[in-house]
């Protein structure tokens, strides 16, 4: 497992103690409005996606870091979790393509922390992955995800429908991306483990 640093965030794996930042996270109506549906998750549902961010993470290699804004040069605020997954509910597992997936709190939304965070991901997943492309499937009306992607380098490829409605599927390869600024690779381990 690896931690990521960019000039402004820290990236780490999640952890059993994150259960109360997730159930936060998820928590904000902002949150709740834009991704779940109106629908506030209860602390049991939190905890069991957690532990689905971690067994990704055993099992793959890879998958969603929790972001935190630095305060000098310690992980200090939390503001989401940016990273990959393979196998999701919009892409089949395909060992060459993962998903991009992001979810801020309002209050860390609107601030680039999210183009730093994608940044860095979709960095590693070229550079130390080595995957040929990463995924991101966007409702049509989230404009802020899909101006984030843009500036990621992603590049629009086609209009999906599914039960839940309609998604924006853009692609990045390594030759689209804009990378990182001053991305530091770290190994991790868990002190819980």
Same mark, same amino acid.
């Given at each position: 497992?690896?931690?990521?640093?960019?000039?402004?965030?820290?990236?780490?794996?999640?952890?059993?103690?994150?259960?109360?930042?997730?159930?936060?996270?998820?928590?904000?109506?902002?949150? #709740?409005? !834009?991704? $779940?549906?109106? @629908?506030?998750?209860?602390? %049991?549902?939190? *905890?069991? +996606?957690?532990?689905?961010?971690?067994?990704?993470?055993?099992?793959?290699?890879?998958?969603?870091?929790?972001?935190?804004?630095?305060?000098?040069?310690?992980?200090?605020?939390?503001?989401?979790?940016?990273?990959?997954?393979?196998?999701?509910?919009?892409?089949?597992?395909?060992?060459?393509?993962?998903?991009?997936?992001?979810?801020?709190?309002?209050?860390?939304?609107?601030?680039?922390?999210? #183009?730093? !965070?994608? $940044?860095?991901? @979709?960095?590693?997943?070229? %550079?130390?992955? *080595?995957? +040929?492309?990463?995924?991101?499937?966007?409702?049509?009306?989230?404009?802020?995800?899909?101006?984030?992607?843009?500036?990621?380098?992603?590049?629009?490829?086609?209009?999906?429908?599914?039960?839940?409605?309609?998604?924006?599927?853009?692609?990045?390869?390594?030759?689209?991306?804009?990378?990182?600024?001053?991305?530091?690779?770290?190994?991790?381990?868990?002190?819980?483990?």
């Amino acid at each position: 497992m690896h931690i990521l640093e960019t000039p402004r965030l820290i990236l780490r794996p999640p952890s059993h103690s994150d259960e109360l930042l997730l159930h936060g996270l998820h928590s904000d109506p902002f949150v #709740v409005n !834009a991704i $779940r549906d109106g @629908v506030y998750p209860t602390i %049991e549902q939190s *905890k069991g +996606e957690l532990l689905q961010f971690i067994n990704h993470w055993q099992q793959n290699r890879f998958g969603l870091w929790m972001v935190f804004v630095k305060d000098e040069g310690q992980a200090s605020k939390f503001a989401g979790y940016c990273g990959l997954i393979c196998g999701s509910t919009y892409l089949p597992e395909d060992p060459n393509n993962a998903e991009i997936v992001t979810c801020l709190h309002l209050a860390s939304s609107g601030k680039g922390i999210a #183009v730093e !965070a994608g $940044r860095a991901v @979709v960095q590693f997943a070229f %550079e130390t992955l *080595k995957l +040929e492309k990463v995924t991101s499937f966007v409702r049509e009306k989230n404009t802020r995800s899909l101006l984030k992607n843009l500036k990621i380098g992603f590049f629009y490829v086609e209009d999906v429908f599914f039960k839940t409605g309609t998604r924006r599927r853009l692609e990045i390869s390594p030759i689209t991306a804009v990378n990182a600024d001053n991305l530091l690779v770290y190994d991790y381990i868990d002190p819980e483990t």
